[in-house]
């Protein structure tokens, strides 16, 4: 039985993919799906939660929404927080935290407001079994988190625990490395790990459209930092679920039985497969591809991600043929651009002008038939690089504004498809 409502919190923008990939996982049995801002919410089981945990790859965290009510007060908050029986999910034994977020909340203070559903959830530990849980800030058993819009107040409880993001595999994390679920969000906004969405939708294109993996596409990141485009990609390859490598907040909580996670960890990695398509990643810094091998070591797909040391501004593409270039280069002063343009680089522009301007016309030059994906922060990327691009689809690196800017390549020009 479906009775759990479910919560998936995502990047924005990311919604329509999330939505395709739960339906990917869950099949039948996500009911009531529905998009929202910032996220996706479902019906669902218990089993389905666990499921979600291991293989989403776009989700934050995986909530179980256990209160939805009205409120203007605080005591509001803590009565909502006292209705919600805490008791059938965790022990006193356990430890936990009130995280709030708010959305037009009419409340003067959120700190008050997170004393108030802590309160009420201690409160009715005590009143039901003479004890209560401990509080822990730093590294809670169990997470609850708090959301206020103008009216309602909904209370969540944690199943991943870390964010989703934290796959388990970072051994070193580079410089300026993206969140693995960013780079998940690239690689299914480019139709290379899903088809294609119509405008909108979580519906493919047409039902037989393929994604790029699915028709052996190889993807290549000439800036791969500590790897994480390259990772994700190779996992994806393999059919390598997402969260085999980490523990989960669920483990803690009362429901949890551990025959029923091995039985579906061991599905998982009897649907793993030899590579669909080949990954490739390259970096100007030794130490990066370094880290990178590290990382993909952890991650179990040594043998798949193909790691080599180079400049961007000089490498041959990895094979012939074409494929699906993705990226984020370096930007503005968190990192400059090394190699060939980064001797020249503070002569000409302060702000990665003439390295970009390098990487077009070798890309026209060796990589006719590739078509590059290249998220950036910087919205006249194009024009820097003086070329048209056909997509330009918004993403969010955390609290900065970016786009992920489609390019096609035909020799000696890039093509605007319209
Ligand atoms: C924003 S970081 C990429 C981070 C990466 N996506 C990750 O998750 O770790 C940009 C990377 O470009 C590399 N880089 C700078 N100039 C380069 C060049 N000319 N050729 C290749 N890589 C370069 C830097 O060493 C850095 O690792």
Redesign the pocket.
Known sequence: MNSLILFLPCAAGVEVYLAYEILQILGASAQDLRTMRGGVQLKAAWRDALLLNLHSRLAQRVLIQLQDQPYSSEQDIYNAGQMVAWELWFGVDKSFKVDITAQHSPLKSLNFATLRVKDAIADRFRERLGERPNVETFKPDVRIHAHLTAERVILYLDTSGEPLFKRGWRFE??????KETL?AAMLAASGWSMPVLKEGTSQALTPETQSGVEQGIPLY?????????VIEAAQIACQMASGLHRRFGFERLRPFESRLWSELKEIAKANECAPRAEVFG????HR?VDF?EQNAAKAAVAGVAHFRA????Q?MPPVEGGGVLM?????GE?????????ARQHASTEDGGE?FVQLAAHLKGNYANWTAWILTPDMKLSSKMRLKENRRIPMWNGPIECRLFRYEIKKGRMVDAG
């Open positions: 994390k580079g410089d300026a490395p993206l780079a990141d000439p800036c791969c930092g500590s790897g994480t485009i390259s970096d100007i810094s990066m990178a180079g400049d961007a501004l490498r990226l984020n280069p370096p930007y968190r990192i400059e651009t090394a190699g060939v343009a980064g390295f």
